[in-house]
């Protein structure tokens, strides 16, 4: 256990339930975050109420001198004042992540990649539960792993979804079990390179024991300790989830799975009746000749390709957000090839716009989600395409400019339809 008092910065989710697990612990607790908002207010009560001081708009470097050590939650970024500031003061910065993972003695399963992590995350889960082994899920999956502290049956194994963003904070987390599932450019206005990109992906091979497993993609070469165990794709008719990207979830969760030591049986019964998860090529509705698919989940260029590849081509696509910097450049000739309309909301609309021009498909600037919903059920409704015809969310691109989180996004999409 690090020593106290800390200092907890960025109270979004992984923050508040880092502080409330310090303050529950007997520890004093500053939590202090630059932004202020009503949800903001929320959380400074319900950790002002067990003891927590809270500090909101908060950028003083004087309360560096009040703690010994910082946790830093994994929205907040590595040039953040109080981060730095932290640093040169040789303090511990230490992630949430880290820190709950310190203070638990359950065995661990993190996963991590570019695209398809919380679906593994969950069909690993799923597989545990279908051989009846005890099993709990947390970290970027939504629930935050330092609320499963003093909580979760010590016999359970914890499946953590892992993202860049935690794992560049970690120090020393040593999971049992690594998967890494694929890699491409992402959140390149966070790590400014897809090197340093990389390297935070890496880092959850980093503390492996030679006792520890590793489990990659065929091929992909890492720096590790662990034993290697590598996966490709499993049959179509192996899984119900739709797509080739699922057919190589489906493997690297049974590739994890039979190395700890499942039945055989279990794993081939879960991959088998593993139904998906919410936001994630999700069926909304399916009637009067449409099909409205949620994907909210598709945060990246390479996740929008995955999903355009798994549905019938004449889609009326949903797109757009922040960008994060990402080249859309990839996105002309799937939408060229499988896009019947492009319609664009949010903050990198314009420039999204101007490079799928050339897709040579129409580009309809709808504004705000509920625009984009309406204005392809109506182009739908008014075209000779033979049903079904699919509409589908797939952004490319965070939410954060009109929404909470991608959750929201795809709650809104569900009521749209709805």
Avoid at 82 to 91: D, I
Avoid at 94 to 114: H, P, Q
Avoid at 134 to 140: E, I, K, L, M, S
Avoid at 266 to 271: D, R, S
């Amino acid at each position: 256990m690090p020593a106290g008092p800390f200092l907890v910065v960025g109270l979004a989710r992984s923050g508040e339930a880092a502080a409330r697990l310090l303050a529950e612990r007997g520890e004093t607790v500053i939590g202090a975050d630059a932004a202020g908002s009503d949800r903001l207010s929320e959380v400074a009560e319900r950790l002002s109420a067990i003891g927590v001081e809270v500090q909101l708009h908060a950028a003083d470097l004087a309360l560096l001198a009040r703690a010994e050590t910082l946790v830093k939650s994994p929205g907040v970024p590595a040039e953040a004042p109080l981060v730095t500031g932290a640093r040169k003061r040789g303090m511990p910065v230490l992630g949430e992540l880290e820190l709950a993972w310190r203070l638990l003695s359950n065995e661990f399963i993190a996963v991590t990649g570019t695209n398809g992590k919380t679906t593994t995350t969950e069909w690993i889960a799923h597989i545990h539960r279908v051989a009846g082994a005890p099993v709990a899920t947390a970290g970027n999956v939504g629930t935050a792993l330092s609320s499963l502290v003093d909580r979760v049956d010590p016999a359970a194994t914890i499946v953590a979804e892992c993202s860049s963003f935690q794992l560049e904070d970690c120090v020393a987390f040593s999971p049992e079990a690594a998967v890494l599932l694929n890699l491409s450019p992402d959140h390149l206005d966070r790590h400014h390179s897809f090197a340093a990109y990389r390297d935070a992906k890496h880092r959850i091979f980093a503390h492996q024991r030679p006792t520890d497993v590793a489990v990659l993609p065929e091929g992909y070469q890492v720096p590790t300790r662990a034993r290697q165990v590598r996966f490709g794709g499993v049959a179509e008719t192996a899984v119900t989830l739709p797509g080739r990207h699922n057919r190589a979830n489906a493997a690297a969760a049974a590739a994890v799975c039979l190395a700890r030591g499942l039945a055989p049986d279990a794993v081939t019964e879960g991959l088998l009746s593993f139904r998906g998860v919410p936001h994630r090529l999700e069926l909304v509705s399916d009637r009067d000749g449409i099909r409205y698919v949620n994907d909210s989940k598709a945060t990246n260029v390479d996740s929008t390709l995955t999903a355009l590849a798994a549905v019938p081509a004449g889609v009326h696509l949903i797109l757009g957000g922040q960008g994060k910097a990402q080249d859309f450049g990839p996105l002309v000739d799937a939408v060229a090839a499988r896009c019947a309309a492009v319609y664009l909301i949010g903050e990198d609309a314009e420039q999204i716009g101007r490079t799928l021009a050339r897709a040579g498909v129409p580009i309809i600037h709808a504004g705000e989600l509920a625009d984009a919903v309406e204005a392809a059920r109506v182009a739908v409704r008014r075209s000779a395409a033979p049903a079904p015809v699919t509409i589908l969310l797939s952004p490319a691109c965070a939410s954060f400019d009109q929404f909470a989180d991608f959750e929201a996004r795809g709650d809104a999409f569900r009521e749209l339809v709805r």
